[in-house]
Structure formats: C-alpha cells, structure tokens
C-alpha cells in the first residue's frame, strides 16, 4: 500500500522559509508514470496546486507561487520536498503532498491517486 | 490558467437521492478531467479520472461523464458516508487547477 507522509515545521515566521518533506513507503518512487505533487488548502478555502516533480528532477510550478518555491527530490530516500520562501499570512495552509499517476500505456491522463494525510502550516510572529 | 467552475457550490440532498455536480472549464480540456472526495479534516480522495473511469476501490454509484468543457459527477443514489466537498480537477496542462468544491449536505 502507497502511504505519503509530510513532515516539517508548523509555525514559520513572516518573512522566512517554509520547507516541508514528503516520505513515500510502498510502491515504485522512480517509475515513469508516477510523478510527486504539492498542493495546499487554506482553512475554510479551496485547493491549490504548489507544483509537481518527476523522479528525473523536471519541475512544473504554479506561476503565481512560481518566484518563491522550489520543489525537490531525494531518490534514494524516497522523499520530495517542497521549499517556499518569504511567507506571509496568507500561507497559512494544509498542505499535502500527493503522488499524480499517468493512466494507460503511454497515456498523459493524470490524477492525484495518493495523498499525504496533510500538514497545517501557520505563519505567524 | 484554465479556470474550473462548479455547480451549485453546495446542495441539501437526502439518502438515497440522485446527486449531479457540473464542472466546466474555460477551454476545451478534453477527457483531462478527474474529480475527489473531501470530508472533514481529510485529504481529497480520488473518484473518478479521465472524465469517466473509477478509481480502483470507489463505490459504483459514482460515476462521471463529458469532455470537451462541461463534464459531470453523478452520484446515483446517495449514501450518509457521501456527505462531503467534491473537486474537479482538470490534467489538461499546468497549472493544474481545482473547481472551487461542492459541499453535499444532509437535507
């Protein structure tokens, strides 16, 4: 069974750096039609996609985060991570991370089939 | 962006009702469409991909249809466990981007 795990600080301060850490156990880490994403909900709020990276280390970003994350990847630990600078209030969030899975044989139909449980994020002073 | 609208944003249905949730996109997406399942203080999890393939797992009383820029959830006849928030998501291309939910309630 795929299981994702996040893992990080809770409380950031204005101004500084958010990183968090996703563990996979279960599963393939580095075949082709798996790819690693963030995505954060603010409390009360909808979901949005942070960015995405593949096993290769190719990144897509959302481009109104794209100035302030960087999402990496650990193979041999099985991890991705996700990197957000200069925070403010408004990211305060649940963010997951989530494996997106290509369906069919050389299909580029993705969807998010596994998701971390969440992690809740507060910046504050 | 491809934007992602849902209809209603919410709707009291009771049990064994037939629930549709609309969600269209600002351009053709074709079948790249999948929707989710949240409840409470959960991660989303994943119904329906491509327009209309269920996920391993998911109750068959969910299903899903459309392509183009207006696809569907049906669920066809609802049960307590479904009371939730239901996303559309569309794969087409990046930035993947979310409809803004649907909250089921118990009428």
């Known amino acids: 069974q795929v299981q994702l795990q996040e893992s990080g600080p809770g409380l950031v301060k204005p101004s500084q750096t958010l990183s968090l850490t996703c563990s996979v156990s279960?599963?393939?880490?580095?075949?082709?039609?798996?790819?690693w994403s963030w995505i954060r909900q603010p409390a009360g709020k909808g979901l949005e996609w942070i960015g995405r990276?593949?096993?290769?280390?190719?990144?897509n970003y959302n481009p109104s985060l794209k100035s302030r994350v960087t999402i990496s990847v650990d193979t041999s630990k099985s991890q991705f991570s996700l990197k957000l600078s200069s925070v403010t209030a408004a990211d305060t969030a649940v963010y997951y991370c989530?494996?997106?899975?290509?369906?069919?044989?050389?299909?580029?139909?993705?969807?998010?089939?596994?998701w971390g449980q969440g992690a809740l994020v507060t910046v504050s002073s | 962006d491809i934007q992602m609208t849902q209809s209603p944003s919410s709707l009291s249905a009771s049990v064994g009702d037939r629930v549709t949730i609309t969600c269209r996109a600002s351009?053709?997406?074709?079948?790249?469409l999948n929707w989710y399942q949240q409840k409470p203080g959960k991660a989303p999890q994943l119904l329906i991909y491509?327009?209309?393939s269920l996920q391993s797992g998911v109750p068959s009383r969910f299903s899903g249809s459309g392509s183009g820029t207006d696809c569907t959830l049906t669920i066809s006849s609802l049960q307590p466990e479904d009371f939730a928030t239901y996303y559309c998501?569309?794969?087409?291309?990046?930035?993947?981007?979310f409809g803004q939910g649907t909250k089921v309630e118990i009428k």
């Open positions: 491509a327009a209309s």
């Open positions: 351009q053709n997406i074709s079948n790249y």
């Open positions: 989530a494996r997106g899975h290509y369906y069919g044989s050389g299909s580029y139909i993705g969807a998010l089939d596994y």
């Open positions: 990276i593949f096993s290769t280390g190719t990144t």
């Open positions: 998501q569309q794969s087409y291309n990046t930035p993947r981007t």
């Open positions: 279960g599963g393939s880490f580095t075949s082709n039609n798996y790819y």
